[in-house]
T-cell receptor
Framework: GQNIDQPTEMTATEGAIVQINCTYQ??????LFWYQQHAGEAPTFLSY??LDGLEEKGRFSSFLSRSKGYSYLLLKELQMKDSASYLC??????????WGAGTKLIIKP | NAGVTQTPKFRVLKTGQSMTLLCAQD?????MYWYRQDPGMGLRLIHY???????AKGEVPDGYNVSRLKKQNFLLGLESAAPSQTSVYFC??????????????FGEGSRLTVL
C-alpha cells in the first residue's frame, strides 16, 4: 500500500533550526512535496524534489533520498510565524498526490 | 487577485440533507481537485477534473458527485449527507505545467458539519 509517515508534532525555539522528517512508500514516484498550512488556513506550496539532494530556498531547505524513501524539511532561523503544520506529499505513478497527516510545529520564544 | 474561492465557508447539515459546494478559480487552470481533510489524516482526494466537461474519481469518491460545466468552476455535491462526511473540504487547481511539479493552489476551505 501507499504510506507517508511524518511526526505528529514538534517543538522548537525561536531562532533555532528544526528538521522535519518524512518517509514514504508509494506505487511509483514522481516527486516529493512540502506544503505549509497555518491553523484554519489553506495549504501553500513550499518545495518540490524529484532528484536526490538538497534544494535550498531562503530559510527553508528540502532534502530527498529516493533509495531510502526519505525526505526532510529544514527550517533555519525560526520565527514565530513558522508555527504551522507541514505536510509531506508524494506524487505517485498516476501523478496523484499522496499526503501525510502533517507535522504540527510549535515555536516557543 | 481572487485565486481559488470556495463557498460556503461554513455549513451545518442534518443527516440526509443535500448541498453543493462551489469552487471558482480565476487563473485559467485546467486541473481542479476536491479534497477532504480530517484530524490525524492526510488530505484525501475525492474527485478531480483535468478539463471542462471531464471528471474522475479520487481516493474517497463514495457519497459525492461533481460537475465541471465551466472551466473556472468545480462543484462538489452531497446528495444525502452523513455524519461521516463532517470534514473540512478544500478545492485546489493547477495549470498543466505545474501538475508534474505538484504545485496546487488551494481555496480557503469549507467546514461542513453533519448532525
Amino acid at each position: 500500500g501507499q504510506n507517508i509517515d511524518q511526526p505528529t508534532e514538534m517543538t522548537a525555539t525561536e531562532g533555532a533550526i528544526v528538521q522535519i522528517n518524512c518517509t514514504y512508500q508509494t506505487s511509483g514516484f514522481n516527486g516529493l512535496f512540502w506544503y505549509q498550512q497555518h491553523a484554519g488556513e489553506a495549504p501553500t506550496f513550499l518545495s518540490y524534489n524529484v532528484l536526490d539532494g538538497l534544494e535550498e530556498k531562503g530559510r527553508f531547505s528540502s532534502f530527498l533520498s529516493r533509495s531510502k524513501g526519505y525526505s526532510y524539511l529544514l527550517l533555519k532561523e525560526l520565527q514565530m510565524k513558522d508555527s504551522a503544520s507541514y505536510l509531506c506529499a508524494c506524487m505517485d505513478s498516476n501523478y496523484q498526490l499522496i499526503w501525510g497527516a502533517g507535522t504540527k510545529l510549535i515555536i516557543k520564544p | 487577485n481572487a485565486g481559488v474561492t470556495q463557498t460556503p465557508k461554513f455549513r451545518v447539515l442534518k443527516t440526509g440533507q443535500s448541498m453543493t459546494l462551489l469552487c471558482a478559480q480565476d487563473m485559467n487552470h485546467e486541473y481542479m481537485y476536491w479534497y477532504r481533510q480530517d484530524p490525524g489524516m492526510g488530505l484525501r482526494l475525492i474527485h478531480y477534473s483535468v478539463g471542462e466537461g471531464t471528471t474522475a474519481k479520487g481516493e474517497v469518491p463514495d457519497g459525492y458527485n461533481v460537475s465541471r460545466l465551466k472551466k473556472q468552476n468545480f462543484l462538489l455535491g452531497l446528495e444525502s449527507a452523513a455524519p461521516s462526511q463532517t470534514s473540512v473540504y478544500f478545492c485546489a487547481s493547477s495549470p498543466p505545467d505545474r501538475r508534474e511539479t505538484g504545485e496546487l493552489f488551494f481555496g480557503e476551505g469549507s467546514r461542513l458539519t453533519v448532525l
